[in-house]
Nanobody, 119 residues
Framework: QVQLVESGGGLVLAGGSLRLSCAAS????????MRWYRQAPGKQRELVAA???????IYADSVKGRFTVSRDTTKNTVYLQMNNLKPEETAVYYC?????????????WGQGTQVTVSS
């Protein structure tokens, strides 16, 4: 079981920056992947970025070069630094823990944090 709590969302002007945090209730060191998703009104949830247990970073094409995912295993926290934000990136951002133990796969979600980018 993993509880996730996101924070850091808010209102920002286009071109601005925000840093999201996702605090986990247990060690994230061995979690297969910690992911950030977002869901805009009327749209499907989409993967934004992920960081694997080995430290590899994965990004959606639309955010490459602007967003950076990182983690602090001593604080059990994952971050999403978002720069040069665009109005179309207004969405609820969710943290996800993808846990793989043998053949068992479980996904845990946070409650989400709202990001609003105004033009």
């Amino acid at each position: 079981q993993v509880q996730l709590v996101e924070s850091g969302g808010g209102l920002v002007l286009a071109g601005g920056s925000l840093r999201l945090s996702c605090a986990a209730s247990r060690s994230i060191f061995s979690i297969a992947a910690m992911r950030w998703y977002r869901q805009a009104p009327g749209k499907q949830r989409e993967l934004v970025a992920a960081i694997t247990s080995g430290g590899s970073e994965i990004y959606a094409d639309s955010v490459k070069g602007r967003f950076t995912v990182s983690r602090d295993t001593t604080k059990n926290t994952v971050y999403l630094q978002m720069n040069n934000l665009k109005p179309e990136e207004t969405a609820v951002y969710y943290c996800n823990a993808h846990v793989v133990i043998a053949v068992s796969v479980r996904d845990y979600w946070g409650q989400g944090t709202q990001v609003t980018v105004s033009s």
